[in-house]
């Protein structure tokens, strides 16, 4: 698989993974399945040894393109920003294959939670924990993740209830055979909510000091604070090279359909 995990943790404060890419390529033509709207496919052959996904109509091509493509190559953020959302995205799939996941944002800059995971009980079918994401390319990282304290502890409040149950709703209905009154039922007002932090990072970040005021924003068990990095050199040389990757496979798998 194209990313391997390691944990990384701070005593009770947070835990989660650094993150390795193991084959750019194998990456770049999970990205570029998503991009052309085949993001149900790509979940299967993360998840389903041999699986083929079907081949994609010339029609999709621009958008994919689009997608993977920074309109000013001096300012890539809204392509870096979806890229990485989609890396995380993948990894939290091989993290938790089978996974109800909130499916990847087909625009640049969508605003909106980047992502959310639901976790139901086995036991009951209520749903068990809402984790809400947070995923940032950057090259500031502390910087950024000072900025996503302030958000987490808005959704804490419970100003964005109404959006999160909305979101949930949408994700429980692509589940197969899940009874979503029942998933649902006293969902917000037991506070059944967790986080998860994704940030690309410099190869030599001090984790402890780039996660500082994490139980503070988020109060509570250490199992509600996920964090998650991605350690690269050149962050932005790296993100144009898998775009570049994943535009040619995109290419390559319409024209084998044409």
């Known amino acids: 698989m ?5 944990p990384i943790s701070r005593a009770s404060e ?32 993360l998840v389903e040894t041999g699986f083929r996904p079907s081949s994609p109509g010339s029609t999709t091509l621009q958008g994919a393109v689009k997608l993977l493509s920074a309109s000013d190559p001096k300012k890539p953020y809204h392509r870096d920003g979806w890229l ?4 995380s995205w993948i990894a939290a799939h091989l993290q938790q294959p089978g996974g109800l996941i909130m499916e990847p944002h087909m625009i640049h800059a969508h605003k909106g939670f980047d992502g959310v995971h639901v976790h139901l009980d086995g036991v009951t079918g209520h749903v068990e924990r809402v984790t809400i994401c947070e995923e940032k390319a950057t090259q500031n990282p502390r910087n950024m993740i000072t900025r996503i304290w302030k958000e987490f502890e808005e959704m804490e409040r419970g100003d964005s209830d109404h ?10 209905r692509l589940g197969s055979g899940i009874d979503v009154d029942k998933a649902i039922e006293n969902l917000i007002w037991k506070n059944r909510r967790g986080y998860r932090v994704s940030i690309t990072v410099p190869t030599k970040a001090d984790y402890l000091e780039l996660f500082e005021g994490y139980d503070t924003a988020v109060a509570g068990d250490v199992s509600k604070r996920g964090s998650e990095v991605l350690p690269l050199t050149n962050m932005r040389d790296w ?6 990757k994943a535009i040619d496979h995109a290419k390559k798998v319409v024209q084998a359909n044409v």
């Open 2 to 6: 194209p990313i391997t995990f390691t």
């Open 14 to 45: 947070w835990s989660g993974n650094s993150w390795t890419i193991s084959s750019d390529d194998e990456l770049a033509k999970l990205v570029a399945q998503v991009a052309l709207g085949q993001s149900h496919f790509a979940k299967r052959v």
């Open 84 to 87: 990485f959302q989609v890396i």
């Open 163 to 172: 959006r999160l149950l909305s979101e949930v709703i949408m994700i429980l």
């Open 239 to 244: 993100m144009a090279a898998v775009s570049a």
